[in-house]
């Protein structure tokens, strides 16, 4: 008779803690595929760690984003916010569900236009737009929003040059009670800046004033603080109408809407708890339709939601490098990903599945990264079952701004793949090998000699 496996017993130390008032959370089933692809066929072939995009979830998400706010408001224009995932495959999936784009730099600006999205279909916000950048926005027809003065008066200057009236807007900011405010970019409402940059729009009489911009914040989680901001908005719009006779094309609310990721210290699973679609919508086209606007000069309704449009659509696939006993005698198990490529994992407490079947014991776990570096945790405190050398998981909500926000530290940042409508895994962005990161750097022919 063959002899039976040793089976460790399991001690498990009972936390105050980590119960909360709604009881224990259960996250953990297996997850084997994602829409139909073997995680397993995924990872030996396009290797670990591994970002995969799901595109039905893409399509699925953005449908359902736009459907909350044209059951609510007649004219809506959604643009994608290019730095939460300026991946080209995916701004064309945006673009295709017919998304505009909106950029934060030229470097974005350029990438729009190399996915052949037209000028005119571009919204250029942020702080530092060059003279190049602004003279191409010109040329384009793009809609460029204000940050500050010096730009106001740059954009000036430039129209006299160029013998163009460019289509601006500003951005707005204002106190919405959600604090910290968000006032560093554009224009401020209670000071009266943003009238004050309206009136010197205007008055100058070089360029068109077409709408009005504010991004409140990210992850805003009061759909409330949406309302008090397009109302203040459109008591400006209300102030250019009644002062100068001018209608406002479009109003621009931004984006700012939460995913379902689980914040950190929170205590509800996101999933469960971040408002959704239809939350902000409410709160965003009630203050339009209740304004004084007739119904022929309701303004364009413009949004650009990056985070709640692509985070769970993403995953990231890991392998496990090693497990080991901290002092304090919890385990820790080491993944060959790290905080390099998965900076969310600062604020968000990332769900993490298993790919394969395991016992139903769990244990408190801290997940690390493979990183020399102290701050590579991944998770701090987290009940999963054990795993072994070897084993896959499967991070959940990792589709905004780690494609964008990753870091070439150590390491080289990995493959990117789409599953497409019917399963099929594309690959999207090449693995950087030692090859391209060695292209970019130059050692002077002096230091190429040296004997050791
Ligand atoms: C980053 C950004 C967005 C997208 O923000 P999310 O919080 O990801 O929805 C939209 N507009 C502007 C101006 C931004 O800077």
Not at 356 to 378: A, K, R, W
Request: aromatic share 10%.
């Amino acid at each position: 008779m063959e002899k039976i496996r040793y089976e460790r017993p399991v001690i498990k130390k009972l936390n105050t803690g980590v119960m909360n008032k709604y009881g224990t959370r259960t996250e953990y089933t297996p997850v084997t595929n994602i829409d139909g692809a073997r995680v397993k066929d995924l990872i030996s072939e396009f290797g670990s760690p591994l970002f995969v995009m799901s595109e039905q979830t893409i399509r699925k998400t953005y449908k359902d984003a736009v459907r909350a706010f044209t059951t609510r408001y007649p004219k809506v224009q959604f643009a994608w916010s290019y730095k939460t995932h300026y991946n080209n495959a995916i701004c064309s999936v945006f673009h295709q569900e017919g998304s505009w784009s909106e950029v934060v730099s030229g470097f974005e600006y350029n990438k729009a236009l190399l996915n052949g999205v037209p000028g005119n279909k571009i919204i250029f916000n942020g702080p530092d737009k060059t003279d190049d950048d602004l003279i191409l926005a010109i040329n384009n027809e793009s809609m460029i929003h204000i940050d500050h003065l010096d730009e106001l008066y740059r954009i000036i200057e430039l129209t006299d040059e160029l013998k163009k009236r460019p289509k601006v807007a500003i951005r707005v900011n204002m106190d919405t009670g959600v604090y910290p405010m968000w006032d560093r970019f554009g224009f401020n409402y209670e000071s009266g800046q943003a009238w004050d940059a309206i009136n010197k729009i205007i008055l100058t009489n070089k360029m068109d004033l077409i709408g009005l911009h504010t991004h409140i914040g990210t992850f805003m989680l009061t759909p409330s603080a949406y309302a008090v901001a397009a109302t203040k908005l459109l008591d400006l719009a209300f102030h250019i109408k009644s002062k100068f006779g001018k209608n406002i094309t479009y109003i621009d609310m931004g984006g700012g809407f939460a995913s379902r990721n689980t914040l950190k210290g929170s205590y509800l699973m996101g999933a469960d708890s971040v408002p959704t679609f239809d939350d902000y919508a409410e709160a965003i086209c009630s203050a339009l339709l209740n304004s004084e606007y007739s119904k022929e000069d309701l303004p364009l309704l413009i949004l650009e939601s990056g985070r709640s449009l692509v985070d769970e659509a993403g995953f990231l696939l890991g392998t496990v490098l090693a497990n080991k006993r901290l002092s304090d005698g919890r385990k820790a198990t080491i993944m060959d990903f790290g905080v390099n490529i998965l900076f969310t994992s600062f604020w968000y407490e990332h769900k993490i599945s298993p790919a394969q079947e395991f016992s139903h014991y769990t244990e408190d776990s801290v997940i690390y990264g493979p990183l020399c570096m102290n701050i590579d945790v991944i998770r701090e405190n987290i009940t999963l079952p054990p795993m072994k050398k070897g084993d896959n998981v499967v991070v959940h909500t990792v589709g905004a701004y780690n494609m964008t926000q990753w870091m070439q530290f150590i390491a080289m940042r990995p493959n990117i793949v789409m599953i497409d409508m019917d399963g099929k895994p594309h690959l999207i962005r090449k693995k950087e090998t030692l090859e391209y990161m060695n292209s970019l750097e130059i050692t002077p022919e002096y230091l190429k000699d040296f004997k050791l």
